[in-house]
């Protein structure tokens, strides 16, 4: 097999199956691609992760004493969120590189209802819009906009065009307990079931209910909900699939720095970071390509959330990161060592 024929690609995330739209899905998915497998229609398709938001300006830190952050959902309540997210990436393989370079912009609507007697409320979210620019090897580049027309370019990548005329329709339920946790989240995207089977199940594992509820558990976790004092410091981590089997692994390290005032609002700044990260590959994957082992190095990497006690909910959040490595493939049992280069930068604003 050639190997200007593989590649890894980075591709916009999955719709909004979690409370923000690109947070945990996100992060960021690796790809892998047989190019030739798209002439017979075959062809196999990843998501990327994930993740979180812009950085708000503010005046600054003020020492503050030890303080309880809470998550609220009240009752009616309407959120916008716009969410940005770019990518690039260079794949080496025996010296030569291979770089994909994509921007993604969303802006989703999130509704909530009226809380049960039990305590339950349900919130609905839907996408209103969506950008995708998206640059692949070869020179050809994509552009889709949920708003206006698409047309395809005779490329053999305008098949993605209808992936992401799909996941721009994702509406998605929740339900949430009287402590504001998830319980359930189930996603529905119109013409799903039309998409070529390979296609629909390389991302099956990352639509999983289960792995949804566990997703938004873990972003409700990086707010403790123990109280917390100015400095103090907490980690988690989470295994993110990418779809095919795939999954990031990304550690992460959270400072509590206290308080600002924002436009005459007080708001709590945590500032976060990536400090390791794995990438690996279900062995019993059905894939031509597989991933066998990885190094991954974080070269940098910065961020912060901005949550609002007030209205019980972040505002703002930045999330970036650099990481550098070591890949070995599996290309139809011949193993192929490769060199990654990835860096990734998202962002939220939440009205």
Request: contains cysteine.
């Amino acid at each position: 097999m050639p190997l200007e024929k593989l590649y890894i690609g980075w591709r916009l995330p999955l719709p909004e199956t979690s409370r923000y739209y690109f947070l945990y899905l996100s992060s960021t998915i690796i790809e892998l691609h047989i190019l030739s497998s798209f002439r017979t229609g075959k062809f196999k398709m990843i998501r990327h992760i994930r993740l979180a938001l812009l950085l708000l300006l503010a005046t600054p830190l003020a020492v503050s004493a030890q303080v309880t952050l809470k998550y609220q959902t009240p009752d009616k309540s309407v959120t916008r969120s716009t969410v940005t997210a770019h990518t690039i990436q260079v794949l080496t393989l025996v010296g030569m590189d291979i770089e994909q370079r994509t921007s993604q912009k969303a802006i989703t609507k999130r509704q909530a209802g009226t809380r049960g007697t039990d305590g339950v409320i349900q919130v609905e979210s839907v996408i209103e819009a969506m950008k995708v620019k998206a640059s692949f090897p070869g020179g050809v580049e994509i552009k889709f906009d949920s708003t206006g027309e698409n047309k395809p370019e005779g490329t053999q990548f305008d098949v993605m065009l209808k992936l992401y005329e799909t996941l721009s329709t994702s509406k998605t339920t929740m339900k949430l307990d009287k402590e504001n946790r998830c319980i359930s989240v189930s996603n529905k995207l119109e013409g799903f079931g039309k998409l070529d089977p390979t296609l629909q199940d390389s991302v099956k594992d990352v639509l999983d209910k289960d792995y949804l509820k566990d997703a938004e558990g873990a972003l409700f976790k990086e707010i403790p909900s123990k109280p917390i004092k100015q400095g103090e410091t907490w980690e988690r981590t989470f295994p993110r699939r990418l779809g095919g089997g795939q999954i990031l692994e990304l550690k992460q390290s959270f400072l509590y720095k206290g308080t600002s005032t924002v436009d005459g609002v007080e708001i709590h700044t945590i500032e976060m970071k990536v400090t390791a990260a794995e990438l690996s590959q279900d062995a019993n994957i059905n894939a031509p390509v597989k991933i066998t082992g990885s190094d991954l190095k974080v070269e940098s990497s910065s961020g912060k959330i901005l949550f609002d006690n007030k209205r019980g909910m972040r505002v703002q959040t930045e999330l970036k990161f650099h990481l550098v490595g070591e890949l070995t493939l599996d290309v139809n049992g011949m193993e192929l060592p490769g060199k990654i280069d990835l860096s990734i930068a998202t962002s939220e604003t939440v009205q």
